[in-house]
């Protein structure tokens, strides 16, 4: 688990308002529905986010991010990935989500995000024109594999994902990646993440990355103070990955 109940997503640089926001259902293409939450921005900039969690799924930390996202213009949506599984029924630290998360594939966590990408086209969710996925841990991995797997994504952002995770989708890449590595992550070892680097620059796949020396897994949170800095170039970085590719 990357956020416990007490994280909190860091401030962006750019200070807005969410216009609406709340909980609400998508329902998938095999039927299945599942959480989510909407956050619309004020003033919107035509662009839109799918936020992909950790391994607890559509907790806290991710429906405020939502609104963080929003706060900058950006139209965002927020996803659980365990509706086929546990419902819609609390997410907080003492949801037992391993059993859960091992029943999940890509294929199905893709078909929710193109549900969620649907809705931000929609009138309802903003009429988005550009679409991104943002995800952390499980969620990053996940977030990077929709390069592949969505036929219209504008760009994929991912924080310490596992690149084992997302190798097998390398050669279907579409959609440009941004990868923000914690440089002292303990669950991606820093040659595995240069590795990873290598073979999408083989592939030609257009991606940006880069490295927080010494943070650690999960730094991306308002808790961590010394990582405020990283947190800051994190966000600006994101901002402008969007602005490029909408």
């Given at each position: 688990m990357c956020h416990g109940d007490s994280s909190r997503p860091p401030l962006p640089p750019i200070s807005g308002a969410a216009a609406d926001q709340g909980d609400f259902v998508l329902t998938s293409a095999d039927g299945t529905e599942f959480a989510a939450y909407f956050a619309r921005a004020s003033k919107p900039t035509g662009a839109g986010m799918v936020v992909m969690p950790d391994v607890r799924g559509l907790h806290h930390f991710y429906k405020e991010l939502a609104v963080r996202f929003a706060e900058t213009g950006i139209d965002a949506v927020a996803i659980d990935y365990f509706g086929r599984t546990a419902g819609m029924g609390d997410r907080s630290e003492a949801f037992e989500y391993m059993p859960h998360v091992e029943?999940?594939?890509?294929?199905?966590?893709?078909?929710?995000?193109?549900?969620?990408?649907?809705?931000?086209?929609?009138?309802?969710?903003?009429?988005?024109?550009?679409?991104?996925?943002v995800g952390f841990c499980f969620g990053g991995s996940s977030s990077w594999n929709q390069s592949a797997l969505q036929p219209r994504l504008d760009g994929a952002i991912g924080?310490?994902?596992?690149?084992?995770?997302?190798?097998?989708?390398?050669?279907?890449?579409?959609?440009?990646?941004?990868?923000l590595v914690a440089g002292a992550d303990g669950a991606t070892p820093p040659e595995v993440a240069d590795d990873f680097d290598q073979k999408l620059t083989e592939a030609g796949v257009p991606h940006e990355r880069h490295v927080y020396a010494g943070a650690p897994h999960s730094f991306f949170d308002r808790g961590y103070e010394q990582w405020k800095d990283a947190c800051d170039d994190a966000w600006r970085r994101i901002l402008d990955f969007v602005k490029k590719h909408s």
């Open positions: 029943k999940t594939t890509q294929e199905t966590i893709a078909a929710d995000v193109s549900a969620a990408i649907a809705y931000l086209e929609s009138k309802d969710g903003g009429a988005v024109k550009a679409v991104f996925t924080f310490y994902g596992r690149p084992p995770r997302t190798e097998p989708y390398i050669a279907k890449m579409k959609a440009p990646l941004l990868l």
